[in-house]
């Protein structure tokens, strides 16, 4: 069953006064995507006045030394909450790899507490990680997702690798595509020298290299256009590959940026790219469409649940480099084309991803299992 709030753009956004806990690696500052995401969810909530705050789990990436003891302060966290708040809700956004086996620990807390707890999946190929587990792993996480009062997926992909891979009851699987704030609405290619924005981590995954010699070619290099490659990672073996191929001056990467950094960026951009080979929902496309920029990006994830070909952005093959620079070749060389898909592209944010759509299907989500607590509570 899906969050009709989705799709019901007409109902006023209710006055919730939930108190949510979030539960995520690296907590706003470090949890990349994930950590953005919710940090946009807390600047909303203080709008509506919900109560949302924020444990970290794990960390900053290179803290693993720290990341038991980050746990051990979630469950204790988790515990005085049960005492102090019993009716909080614990949202837990869950990956793979690491976080699952973090996850795994931190929600038999919530089930040996009594907690009303979310599972928030974010992850660009779950069903994978799942399969490389033990058998014994792969029971206690189907137990994990059964146990959970709801399963939030990205999309519909995530969502059907619940009910079925992981056993997760039709009803109690929810979609809620990401979202993120309304930057407002500026011109792009206005005669000036096109600039291409990448937004993510810097590695294969994200097609990197293919975009690089996408920048590369031929039908690129007749073209006048800058590129701000933006995001942490190995970012000195790309910048070492882009001066092979003759592209530092013209292509810049400053490394990670936070979302006011990544914001400006956006706000001077007239095209984003994101060559993906996997994603659950790219927060990168979302924040394209919110700036009206022209979006170039792969059908992978839920990609296709948000970006029509052609009239909100235009999708390229996985790894193809020559379709990605004709594609771009010819955003950057029709002032015409990227303005429709702008046009088009930044009325679809407003309509089904910008954060008051999003909030309104999180406040009826977190209603629904408040509801069920405090029948269950009633009748004990």
């Not at 059964?146 to 056993?167: E, I, S």
């Not at 097609?207 to 190995?234: I, Q």
């Not at 706000?267 to 979006?295: F, K, Q, T």
């Not at 790894?319 to 930044?346: H, T, W």
Request: proline share 3%.
């Amino acid at each position: 069953m899906l969050m009709e709030a989705l799709t019901d753009r007409s109902r006023p956004a209710a006055r919730s006064a939930a108190s949510v806990r979030h539960y995520l690696p690296g907590g706003c500052e470090n949890g990349g995507g994930i950590g953005r995401l919710v940090g946009y969810i807390i600047e909303t909530a203080k709008e509506t006045g919900a109560k949302h705050f924020v444990t970290d789990t794990r960390g900053a990436r290179w803290s693993k030394l720290t990341s038991p003891a980050r746990l051990v302060g979630a469950i204790l966290t988790m515990a005085k909450d049960r005492i102090v708040t019993p009716d909080r809700i614990h949202h837990i956004h869950i990956a793979g790899r690491g976080s699952t086996s973090r996850k795994l620990i931190l929600t038999e807390a919530a089930r040996l507490l009594g907690c009303c707890h979310i599972l928030h999946l974010h992850d660009y190929d779950y069903a994978g990680d799942f399969a490389q587990r033990s058998p014994r792993q792969q029971r206690l996480i189907r137990r994990m997702f059964q146990n959970a009062d709801r399963v939030v997926a990205l999309g519909q992909r995530d969502r059907a690798t619940l009910t079925t891979l992981l056993g997760v009851d039709e009803r109690r699987a929810v979609v809620a595509h990401n979202c993120v704030p309304d930057p407002g609405t500026h011109n792009i290619c206005d005669g000036g020298t096109p600039l291409i924005v990448f937004l993510g981590r810097l590695s294969e995954r994200k097609g990197v290299t293919e975009l690089l010699s996408a920048l590369n070619h031929p039908l690129m290099k007749e073209l006048r256009w800058r590129a701000v490659l933006a995001g942490d990672g190995p970012v000195e073996h790309y910048r070492r590959l882009a001066d092979a191929m003759a592209l530092s001056d013209r292509v810049e990467m400053p490394g990670w940026l936070d979302a006011g950094e990544a914001r400006a960026l956006c706000a001077r951009a007239d095209i984003l790219v994101l060559p993906s080979h996997a994603e659950g929902l790219a927060m990168a496309v979302l924040e394209g469409l919110s700036h009206g920029l022209a979006v170039v990006t792969t059908r992978v994830g839920a990609h296709e649940e948000v970006i029509t070909d052609g009239e909100t952005g235009i999708f390229v093959p996985v790894g193809d480099q020559n379709a990605l620079g004709a594609a771009l070749a010819k955003l950057v060389s029709d002032r015409e084309l990227c303005i429709r898909l702008s046009v088009q592209g930044r009325a679809h944010y407003v309509n089904y991803f910008s954060m008051m759509v999003y909030m309104r299907s999180l406040e009826k989500l977190y209603e629904t299992v408040s509801a069920k607590h405090q029948g269950w509570a009633a009748a004990r």
